[in-house]
């Protein structure tokens, strides 16, 4: 976004960017982010991990091999470990409450909610290779999960990297600090942007 400041040279040329924010204000903006993202994949994990307790129920179950049986078990197993890291930010916050440490709670809570991500495209990746299995006893269930898989993969990090490259080359953007997502605005020199006088 460029600023349309008169100056000297007419408009300012060079794009301002980000947000003057103080580091206190940066955590608090990205803690809200991160709830937004959390809520999302943590509805997602937990009707599967509901679903995924209910099968062991259904009378089909008793009818799996040993190999879909296995299957099963760490399916819920990565199910449970991906509800935990989606939920920790919760915890996380409960031990970090009023002790002043909002920049290192936003930095461990994203890792792990990262960490759930992964564990969740495992989960569902593993659940669809159980439910193919058992739907239609092919070995192209292999396959079709692998496949699935891929698009995950492409989908949650191949091409939001490839869109930042291409972004972080068309722009001269500083190089952001570790663990933020929006470099804070530059301060223009003294004197730019702002009319020149002119003798009476």
């Not at 709830?35 to 099968?55: M, P």
């Not at 449970?80 to 909002?102: E, N, W």
């Not at 999960?145 to 722009?171: D, I, Y």
Request: proline content about 8%; some cysteine.
């Amino acid at each position: 976004m460029t600023t349309p400041d008169a100056g000297r040279g007419g408009p300012d040329p060079r794009p301002r960017i980000g947000r003057q924010e103080s580091p206190e204000e940066r955590a608090d903006r990205r803690w809200t982010d991160l709830l937004q993202e959390v809520r999302v994949a943590q509805t997602g994990s937990q009707i599967l991990f509901g679903f995924l307790l209910s099968v062991v129920f259904m009378p089909r179950f008793t009818e799996l091999g040993d190999f879909d049986r296995g299957l099963y078990v760490a399916t819920v197993v990565l199910g449970a470990l991906a509800t935990g890291a989606l939920t920790a930010p919760v915890a996380y916050h409960r031990v970090f409450a009023g002790r002043r440490r909002k920049p290192q709670l936003v930095n461990a809570a994203a890792r792990l909610v990262a960490t759930g991500l992964i564990l969740l495209a495992l989960t569902i990746g593993s659940a669809l290779l159980l439910l193919l299995r058992v739907a239609t006893d092919s070995a192209a269930a292999g396959w079709i999960a692998g496949a699935v898989m891929l698009w995950f993969v492409c989908c949650w990090l191949v091409l939001p990297v490839q869109h930042l490259r291409r972004q972080n080359g068309r722009s001269d953007r500083p190089p952001a600090e570790p663990g933020d997502d929006a470099p804070v605005q530059l301060p223009r020199r003294f004197g730019e942007g702002r009319p020149e006088r002119r003798p009476p």
